[in-house]
């Protein structure tokens, strides 16, 4: 099992920043990506960005050259730093945990943070 736990979220003035950060415990060494996501009310989550064990990231079109997504091994911690942020960017962020078991997959999920932007 993995435990997310995420912070960092809140009220922010369009064109602002807001770092999440996600804590990650448990059974991490099984990990292959961790990556955010955001949902809104009625809405399909959506990826945000992700990175992989060998530290390659991904990011939705609608973020790339704002948000960057990095890790810290020593801390077991990924955060996603958003910059620039605009309305439409507000939304609940959750945090992802991969693992990868052959063709399968198996999905952990935080609790989420709420992402505010005020315009």
């Known amino acids: 099992q993995v435990q997310l736990v995420e912070s960092g979220g809140g009220l922010v003035q369009a064109g602002g920043s807001l770092r999440l950060s996600c804590a990650a415990s448990g059974n991490i060494i099984s990990i292959d990506v961790m990556g955010w996501y955001r949902q809104a009310p009625g809405k399909q989550r959506e990826l945000v960005a992700v990175?992989?064990?060998?530290?390659?990231?991904n990011y939705a079109d609608s973020v790339k050259g704002r948000f960057t997504i990095s890790r810290d091994n020593a801390k077991n911690t990924v955060y996603l730093q958003m910059n620039s942020l605009k309305a439409e960017d507000t939304d609940v962020y959750v945090c992802?945990?991969?693992?990868?078991?052959?063709?399968?997959?198996?999905?952990?999920w935080g609790q989420g943070t709420q992402v505010t932007v005020s315009s």
């Open positions: 992802n945990a991969r693992r990868v078991i052959g063709p399968a997959v198996r999905d952990y």
């Open positions: 990175i992989r064990s060998d530290s390659s990231t």
